[in-house]
């Protein structure tokens, strides 16, 4: 269940036989390679080095290790940015970004599609049979460093087919996006410009049309390469590493066309770049928030349609947040368990080794840059090789009761037209989330229009635009729907809800939504009623079709929650005390057992099995019999994890 990233190219040869003898020892038995290996495999136009490669994959099979093969798209070399610097992507300003990092490329650069190809291709015609190749990984982290929204000239080409597939006419797409208003209509598609360099604001229905436009062009790209894959490499899996706290693009699109989800999991570095107060930022700077991994493993599971890995976890100190901390002792053993208590069918750490030269250096390995021995992380990572081994095979995961619908569109248009500074997709998913577990519920994350059937409690923090499919999902579903503000207040071009919001959830809870506000930071108002607490950030002005169904009214009398049987709307952004004492009405509701833990103590069930974290400093003692337990105690220290028996 433990894998490592490895770079024999960074490496003399003469270590290779010696890194793969030690891995093994240790527990591990996948090694990612290859991702940023191009300008080693062709340093030249055409010139082909690929034995080194070949060497290395039989080193490594040797020794008992199984190889996932990185496809090397995210590092195009000199020669080819030389050759074609119209693969170059453009920013929103129009200025080129250029070679000398990675991911130097634009989606839609019709020579960047062939030269992928023809790479892709080699390597899977050279490689597609080598036995010590379990599966491949595509690419690398699609999107990073702002990569998915490109302004060049390809991009704009691109854009314009897409919206005359989608219009069909231009008078359809003058319709559809509103541009009577301010004179911005148009009388052909070769007209359409980007959404950017004007002078204020651009319509918000084309940027939400270029960010879905983006976003396909993100699959399209990664379908192109496993379908090259899959032809030349039949039997091995593909998967792709995706990021954390990244709506970019929608990746359950993407996951459809993976055989799993696989994410890069860095718990503390994401503490330093999700906007969490700077007094939370303190404190989970050397454990990271016990719900900042978990989420995402959460998350990929279900774009991984029941199946992920950890690609990347980290092993130490990062060297890309703002500031990096050392992790405190025992949290790399404990990410690692609290990634298999999710699911997580392989957990493989970055990297191998630090590296003492060029941009990462200053990016823990799991063993040291000279390598003179295991880092602490390595020495972690040892440990749970260990008591894995001990453990013996992990039980499958089962369907968890509470589903949560998260909607990477939602994300897109909140921040097209955020209406209030903060209002912030990713901070409202993630505070429900938080919440719930907290309960010491397990969560699925599911997409809109995903069969809900099965749950007894859905959550959905906010879903701007519902869809017929998530619609009929929604009037499907036999548990408890909760839905957060500004649902259905959207069309899917982008305009207000013919009814008013929330637009089609009014069949489900009968409430219009008149009026909202956005709240400046310090502005919040009291909710009372069968639950408490306050609003900030955002607020509705909702009327109830029956005044019998308001289950909780704001400080001015107004309705805060409606519930019509099992479908509640909630009328502005929860606080802490608001999101706790909700997310508790909803499962005392829905019948769902549930636990008072401290706010840094955390369970998550793996089947039969419990499991156990602590990311706080005092002990806790676990309410469970000694005699089931399978790791560890019933006193949980700091970074302690327990498993048990239920
Ligand atoms: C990931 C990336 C790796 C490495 C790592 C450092 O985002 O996939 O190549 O850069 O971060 O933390």
Same mark, same amino acid.
């Given at each position: 269940?433990?894998?490592?990233?490895?770079?024999?190219?960074?490496?003399?040869r003469?270590?290779?036989?010696?890194?793969?003898?030690?891995?093994?020892?240790?527990?591990?038995?996948y090694?990612r390679?290859g991702?940023f290996?191009?300008s080693r495999?062709?340093?030249r136009?055409?010139?082909m080095?690929?034995?080194w490669?070949?060497e290395?994959?039989d080193?490594l099979?040797?020794a008992g290790?199984?190889v996932?093969l990185?496809?090397?798209?995210?590092?195009?070399?000199k020669?080819?940015?030389d050759?074609?610097p119209?693969?170059?992507p453009?920013?929103?300003k129009g200025?080129v970004r250029?070679?000398?990092s990675?991911?130097h490329?634009s989606?839609?650069?019709p020579?960047?599609?062939e030269?992928s190809?023809r790479i892709?291709?080699?390597?899977?015609?050279?490689?597609?049979l080598?036995?010590?190749?379990?599966?491949?990984q595509?690419?690398?982290?699609y999107?990073?460093?702002?990569?998915?929204?490109?302004?060049?000239?390809h991009?704009?080409?691109a854009?314009?087919?897409?919206?005359?597939r989608?219009?069909?006419?231009?008078?359809?797409?003058?319709e559809?996006?509103?541009?009577?208003?301010?004179?911005m209509e148009?009388?052909?598609?070769?007209?359409?410009s980007?959404?950017c360099g004007?002078?204020?604001e651009t319509n918000?229905?084309?940027r939400?049309?270029?960010?879905?436009?983006?976003s396909?062009?993100?699959?399209a790209y990664?379908?192109?390469?496993i379908?090259?894959?899959?032809?030349?490499?039949p039997?091995?899996?593909?998967?792709h590493n995706?990021?954390?706290?990244?709506?970019?693009f929608d990746?359950f699109k993407?996951?459809?066309?993976?055989d799993?989800?696989?994410?890069?999991s860095y718990?503390?570095g994401?503490v330093?770049?999700?906007p969490?107060?700077e007094?939370?930022?303190?404190?989970?700077?050397?454990?990271?928030?016990?719900d900042?991994?978990?989420?995402?493993h959460?998350l990929?599971?279900?774009v991984?349609?029941?199946?992920f890995w950890?690609m990347?976890?980290?092993?130490?100190?990062?060297?890309?947040?703002?500031?990096n901390p050392?992790?405190?002792?025992g949290q790399?053993?404990l990410?690692t368990?609290?990634?298999?208590?999710?699911?997580a069918? +392989?957990? #493989?750490?970055?990297?191998?080794?630090q &590296?003492?030269? @060029?941009?990462?250096q200053?990016? %823990? !390995?799991l063993?040291?840059?000279?390598?003179?021995?295991l880092s602490p992380?390595?020495?972690?990572?040892t440990?749970?090789?260990?008591e894995?081994?001990r453990?013996?095979?992990?039980?499958?995961?089962a369907?968890?009761d509470?589903?949560?619908?998260?909607d990477?569109?939602?994300?897109?248009?909140?921040?097209?037209?955020?209406?209030?500074q903060?209002?912030?997709?990713?901070?409202?998913?993630?505070r429900?989330?938080e919440?719930a577990r907290?309960?010491?519920l397990?969560v699925?994350?599911?997409p809109?229009g995903?069969?809900?059937?099965?749950?007894?409690?859905?959550? +959905?923090? #906010?879903?701007l635009?519902v869809?017929? &499919?998530?619609a @009929?999902?929604?009037?499907?579903? %036999? !548990?408890d729907v909760l839905?957060?503000?500004?649902?259905?207040?959207k069309?899917r071009?982008f305009?207000i809800?013919?009814?008013l919001?929330?637009g089609?959830l009014?069949?489900?809870?009968?409430?219009r939504v008149?009026?909202?506000a956005?709240?400046?930071?310090?502005l919040s108002?009291?909710?009372?009623?069968e639950v408490?607490?306050?609003v900030e950030?955002?607020?509705?002005?909702?009327v109830?079709?029956?005044p019998a169904?308001i289950?909780?009214?704001f400080?001015?009398?107004?309705?805060?929650?409606?519930?019509?049987?099992?479908?509640?709307y909630?009328?502005?952004?929860?606080?802490?005390?608001?999101?706790k004492s909700?997310?508790a009405?909803?499962?005392a509701?829905a019948?769902?057992g549930?636990l008072?833990?401290p706010?840094d103590?955390r369970?998550?069930?793996?089947?039969p099995?419990?499991?156990a974290f602590?990311y706080?400093?005092q002990?806790f003692?676990l309410?469970?019999?000694?005699?089931?337990?399978?790791?560890?105690s019933r006193?949980?220290p700091?970074?302690?994890v327990?498993v048990?028996?239920?």
């Amino acid at each position: 269940m433990l894998g490592v990233c490895y770079y024999p190219e960074h490496w003399s040869r003469d270590v290779w036989a010696d890194d793969a003898a030690r891995m093994f020892a240790m527990g591990i038995r996948y090694v990612r390679i290859g991702e940023f290996a191009w300008s080693r495999l062709e340093p030249r136009p055409g010139e082909m080095h690929l034995g080194w490669l070949r060497e290395a994959l039989d080193v490594l099979g040797a020794a008992g290790l199984k190889v996932v093969l990185g496809t090397p798209t995210a590092t195009p070399p000199k020669w080819l940015i030389d050759q074609h610097p119209d693969i170059l992507p453009v920013d929103e300003k129009g200025a080129v970004r250029g070679f000398g990092s990675r991911r130097h490329t634009s989606f839609s650069a019709p020579v960047w599609l062939e030269q992928s190809r023809r790479i892709v291709e080699i390597l899977a015609r050279e490689f597609g049979l080598h036995p010590a190749i379990a599966g491949w990984q595509t690419d690398n982290e699609y999107g990073c460093h702002s990569t998915v929204l490109s302004y060049g000239p390809h991009d704009l080409a691109a854009f314009r087919l897409w919206l005359e597939r989608r219009y069909g006419s231009i008078a359809a797409l003058n319709e559809a996006w509103g541009n009577v208003f301010w004179s911005m209509e148009l009388n052909a598609f070769s007209e359409v410009s980007l959404p950017c360099g004007a002078v204020t604001e651009t319509n918000p229905a084309a940027r939400l049309d270029f960010w879905r436009f983006s976003s396909d062009q993100v699959a399209a790209y990664d379908l192109m390469q496993i379908e090259i894959i899959r032809a030349h490499a039949p039997g091995r899996f593909i998967t792709h590493n995706f990021m954390g706290f990244f709506h970019e693009f929608d990746h359950f699109k993407l996951g459809e066309n993976l055989d799993f989800a696989s994410w890069d999991s860095y718990p503390l570095g994401f503490v330093e770049r999700f906007p969490f107060s700077e007094a939370e930022r303190r404190r989970w700077a050397e454990t990271s928030h016990p719900d900042v991994a978990p989420l995402h493993h959460d998350l990929y599971r279900g774009v991984g349609r029941g199946r992920f890995w950890v690609m990347e976890q980290q092993p130490g100190p990062v060297n890309w947040a703002p500031w990096n901390p050392i992790p405190r002792p025992g949290q790399i053993r404990l990410f690692t368990f609290e990634a298999l208590a999710h699911g997580a069918e +392989v957990v #493989s750490y970055f990297r191998w080794r630090q &590296a003492s030269f @060029a941009q990462e250096q200053m990016h %823990a !390995g799991l063993n040291l840059p000279d390598n003179s021995g295991l880092s602490p992380g390595g020495q972690e990572a040892t440990q749970v090789g260990a008591e894995l081994a001990r453990l013996g095979p992990l039980p499958a995961s089962a369907k968890a009761d509470v589903a949560l619908v998260f909607d990477y569109a939602s994300s897109w248009m909140t921040r097209i037209q955020p209406q209030g500074q903060d209002f912030n997709y990713s901070e409202l998913t993630f505070r429900w989330y938080e919440a719930a577990r907290r309960l010491g519920l397990d969560v699925d994350i599911v997409p809109p229009g995903a069969s809900l059937s099965g749950y007894k409690l859905v959550l +959905v923090p #906010s879903l701007l635009h519902v869809s017929d &499919a998530a619609a @009929a999902a929604f009037a499907a579903a %036999a !548990g408890d729907v909760l839905w957060g503000p500004r649902s259905g207040s959207k069309t899917r071009d982008f305009s207000i809800a013919a009814s008013l919001p929330p637009g089609p959830l009014q069949e489900l809870v009968p409430v219009r939504v008149l009026e909202v506000a956005s709240l400046r930071p310090g502005l919040s108002l009291g909710v009372e009623g069968e639950v408490s607490g306050a609003v900030e950030r955002w607020r509705e002005h909702v009327v109830a079709a029956d005044p019998a169904d308001i289950r909780a009214r704001f400080a001015d009398g107004q309705a805060a929650l409606v519930s019509k049987g099992n479908r509640h709307y909630l009328a502005g952004w929860p606080d802490a005390a608001l999101v706790k004492s909700l997310l508790a009405a909803m499962a005392a509701k829905a019948g769902l057992g549930t636990l008072t833990l401290p706010d840094d103590v955390r369970i998550r069930h793996r089947g039969p099995w419990g499991f156990a974290f602590n990311y706080g400093t005092q002990d806790f003692t676990l309410p469970v019999d000694e005699s089931r337990i399978l790791l560890g105690s019933r006193n949980l220290p700091p970074s302690g994890v327990t498993v048990w028996q239920r």
